[in-house]
Nanobody, 121 residues
Framework: QLQASGGGLVQAGGSLRLSCAASGRTFGNYALGWFRQAPGKEREFVAA????????YYADSVKGRFTISRGNAKTTVYLRLNSLKPEDTAVYYC????????????????WGQGTLVTVSS
């Protein structure tokens, strides 16, 4: 089970930190990722981190602004959102991959409930 939190309303240029706690399974052995879905758009990949935390992948639209990390217990994943833009407004979802290392084209089989991020201009 995955539970995302930390969303909210922020002005453009502001920051947020999203958290996702995993429970009930051995999530520590798998890559974890963040996706988002804006109103009227398809869900898109945002970032992913390998089980070890060494490999990280980012969508071009967030590279240099967002940072993904894992907690020491490997069952929590964070997404730091800096320099937010109105186009970052979306529901953000965390997900567990089916492999230890995963990027934007890999399979993420487990999904949590999303958390809404709203960026005002």
């Amino acid at each position: 089970q995955l539970q995302a939190s930390g969303g909210g309303l922020v002005q453009a240029g502001g920051s947020l930190r999203l958290s996702c706690a995993a429970s009930g399974r051995t999530f520590g052995n798998y890559a974890l990722g963040w996706f988002r879905q804006a109103p009227g758009k398809e869900r898109e990949f945002v970032a992913a981190i390998s089980w070890s935390g060494v490999s990280r992948y980012y969508a071009d639209s967030v590279k240099g602004r967002f940072t993904i990390s894992r907690g020491n217990a490997k069952t929590t994943v964070y997404l730091r959102l800096n320099s937010l833009k109105p186009e970052d407004t979306a529901v953000y979802y965390c997900a567990k991959a089916t492999t230890a290392v995963a990027g934007p084209t890999d399979d993420f089989g487990s999904w949590g409930q999303g958390t809404l991020v709203t960026v005002s201009s």
